[in-house]
């Protein structure tokens, strides 16, 4: 058992260790590859990303996930506060993507290194190890947003956003710059950029740009005549005058603001604010850029929706959906977990295979993923299989249930598996039905194979389907013969009748001398014939009890021979008596012989039974037999 187990550690340790390597050369495999087809490079946009981690696999992964959303990144890793120094001296990087802790280095101090620079690059932390205060912690120290390694799916959108707001700060800062260089000079650019830019003082619109004149619909007098927040849709009005307030008395407020405008033929538009306070002829003012964001917005509204509909049929079902990384990781958990295990999502996350299921279901499972990565492998396995399984998994209060499971790959654009797809449904009550079944069917196997009568099953044809050893013997033939033979087309009518009898659903009776039509046998047999019925009460066949009365004929027969041989001596008896009578008495010579005749006329008359016929011919020989 020992060495079994030793085994089985070191076959799991060098599972490990090929599928460590084996992910990395996926990942490799994975990673957009150079190609010299020009109109192909044009599609994809250049993306200078450095990336702060230790870990080389987990950098590529990130590389690939941007490689999937159409990026081509130019990248380099760093580990230490001095590559990454080096590397924002020497080059120019659209984005920074930092693992939270390093074994030299960690992500608060990247932010504060990056802040020493004033160089005003997006810093995004990747981890897979810190909760959300720690998340929130570092969003207060300067990061720009959040992700854990594994769900990187929307990484891709909140890069182009950090660079797009970069990108607005940038414009921002030359605005600012252009102000105070020249009036002018700005005034130009301003007017003719393609950004909505207004400049406001206690709310009222003191200057605005042609994009901004265009995007809220009314004519320039009236524009600049009104306060700005009579543009803004009732519901979004307050927070937009609170926070301009708050700003210009040095609050700290979120540095994007999303409400509605109201343009003048009545359309509702969604925009993009960001602000920054300035000097304005003297006194302070807010400098505002805005982007319409209205397409972006109903665009959000239907993911929404779609993931609001997809949360609830995943909250309301009973089957379970569950999905894991090729590490055998969950990295997703449907609510339907708590009803079949009892554990919640959170603690399902947290567990591992050993956590879930049995022994015995743990190495059922392993050796169907081995097998299923080795068809993989070769390469001429259908994309598209489920695999089916039953595995007992254990409950919260330590019980364990069986469920019904079926797993299948989740596959990346090119084809590759990148994840375990599984739905699991609760199967414990059928399962311990079909035990029940097995069990109780085993019991009536044994009774009806070692059965001392002849038992056969017929369909609702009247056909043999099954029969034991001792109806072969009665019959005198072979099961082979007896398999299959229509009982409908016998030549024994009665035969035939009993088992109609019996498919019409009542029970039909036969007793006579059958001619075997499969073996050259006659056997007196009595049988019994009655209805099988499915559910709902249709008759779907029927089963016969058959006896070989043979040996019971036997005995009858030979109890009336006896019977016989004794009614004859008793008679010669009777009539030796009936003589000695006459004998003595000559006088009645002949009289008993009148009372026995007449007795028997009697009673064959009456249609009494033989046997009761000569009893009372016999009675009336000797009634006179005092005499003696």
């Known amino acids: 058992m020992?060495?079994?187990?030793?085994?089985?550690?070191?076959?799991?340790?060098?599972?490990?260790?090929?599928?460590?390597?084996?992910?990395?050369?996926?990942?490799?495999?994975?990673?957009?590859?150079?190609?010299?087809?020009?109109?192909?490079?044009a599609k994809l946009k250049p993306l200078r990303v450095l990336i702060v981690e230790d870990n080389e696999d987990d950098a590529l992964l990130v590389i690939r996930e941007l490689g999937k959303n159409d990026y081509k990144p130019d990248y380099e890793r760093v580990e230490t506060a001095a590559e990454?120094?080096?590397?924002?001296?020497e080059k120019t990087w659209d984005i920074i993507l930092c693992d939270y802790k390093l074994p030299k280095f960690s992500a608060?101090?990247?932010?504060?290194?990056?802040?020493?620079?004033?160089?005003?690059?997006?810093?995004?932390?990747?981890?897979?190890?810190?909760?959300?205060?720690?998340?929130?912690?570092?969003?207060?120290?300067g990061a720009r947003d959040f992700f854990m390694k594994g769900k990187l799916s929307r990484l891709a959108a909140a890069i182009e956003r950090e660079i797009k707001e970069a990108e607005m700060r940038r414009r921002q800062r030359e605005a600012e710059e252009a102000l105070l260089a020249s009036e002018e000079k700005y005034r130009l650019v301003v007017e003719n950029a393609q950004e909505a830019i207004i400049v406001t003082q206690d709310l009222k619109v003191v200057f605005s740009n042609r994009a901004a004149i265009g995007q809220s619909g009314y004519p320039e007098e009236i524009f600049l005549s009104q306060p700005f927040t009579n543009f803004i849709h009732p519901d979004d009005r307050n927070m937009v005058a609170d926070n301009h307030f708050r700003r210009l008395k040095g609050e700290e407020i979120p540095e994007v603001q999303n409400f509605r405008i109201i343009r003048e033929d009545g359309d509702i538009r969604w925009v993009n604010l960001s602000s920054a306070i300035i000097s304005w002829k003297g006194k302070p003012a807010?400098?505002?850029f805005l982007?319409?964001?209205?397409?972006?917005?109903?665009?959000?509204?239907?993911?929404?929706?779609?993931?609001?509909?997809?949360?609830?049929?995943?909250?309301?079902?009973?089957?379970v959906i569950t999905v894991m990384d090729m590490n055998l990781r969950f990295t997703f958990v449907s609510p339907s977990i708590t009803r079949l295990r009892g554990f919640t999502v959170e603690e399902s996350m947290a567990q591992t295979l050993e956590d879930v299921m049995t022994p015995e279901s743990l190495k059922l499972i392993s050796q169907i993923y081995t097998e299923e990565i080795e068809r993989e492998a070769a390469g001429d396995a259908d994309p598209n299989r489920t695999r089916f399984m039953e595995l007992n998994e254990y409950r919260k209060d330590g019980s364990t249930r069986w469920a019904e499971v079926g797993i299948s790959f989740l596959r990346d654009s090119d084809g590759r598996p990148v994840g375990i797809l599984s739905i699991t449904r609760d199967c414990d009550a059928r399962k311990k039905t079909e035990d029940a079944f097995r069990?109780?069917?085993?019991?009536?196997?044994?009774?009806?194979?070692?059965?001392?009568?002849?038992?056969?099953?017929?369909?609702?044809?009247?056909?043999?389907?099954?029969?034991?050893?001792?109806?072969v013997k009665i019959i005198g033939s072979s099961l082979e013969a007896l398999i299959g033979l229509n009982m409908l087309n016998l030549p024994d009518k009665g035969i035939v009748s009993a088992v109609r009898q019996a498919l019409n659903g009542s029970t039909g009776l036969y007793e006579g001398i059958y001619h075997s039509v499969t073996a050259?046998?006659?056997?007196?047999?009595?049988?019994?014939?009655?209805?099988?019925?499915?559910?709902?009460?249709?008759?779907?066949?029927?089963?016969?009890i058959i006896e070989d009365v043979t040996e019971q004929i036997e005995i009858e027969n030979e109890r009336k021979q006896s019977l016989e041989k004794t009614s004859k001596a008793l008679g010669a008896t009777v009539r030796a008596m009936a003589s000695m009578v006459e004998t003595r008495d000559p006088y009645t010579a002949g009289h008993q012989r009148g009372v026995a005749d007449l007795a028997r006329a009697i009673a064959a008359e009456m249609k009494l039974a033989e046997e009761q016929i000569e009893g009372i011919h016999m009675a009336g020989t000797i009634h006179d037999i005092g005499k003696i």
């Open 2 to 41: 020992m060495i079994a187990t030793q085994s089985l550690r070191r076959n799991d340790e060098s599972m490990k260790r090929i599928s460590r390597f084996a992910r990395h050369e996926r990942i490799k495999e994975s990673l957009p590859m150079k190609n010299n087809n020009n109109m192909e490079t």
């Open 84 to 89: 990454m120094k080096t590397a924002l001296n």
């Open 108 to 141: 608060p101090k990247a932010i504060e290194l990056l802040k020493e620079t004033r160089i005003d690059i997006p810093l995004i932390v990747i981890s897979g190890t810190i909760g959300e205060e720690t998340a929130i912690e570092c969003m207060k120290a």
């Open 286 to 288: 807010v400098l505002n």
């Open 291 to 319: 982007n319409d964001i209205t397409e972006q917005k109903k665009a959000e509204e239907i993911l929404r929706q779609s993931e609001e509909k997809y949360r609830m049929i995943a909250e309301n079902m009973t089957d």
């Open 439 to 471: 069990h109780s069917e085993e019991k009536y196997r044994l009774i009806f194979e070692y059965s001392p009568m002849g038992l056969l099953y017929f369909d609702k044809n009247g056909v043999i389907m099954a029969c034991n050893e001792n109806f």
């Open 520 to 544: 050259p046998k006659i056997t007196p047999v009595k049988a019994l014939f009655t209805p099988m019925n499915a559910e709902g009460g249709v008759v779907q066949g029927g089963m016969g």
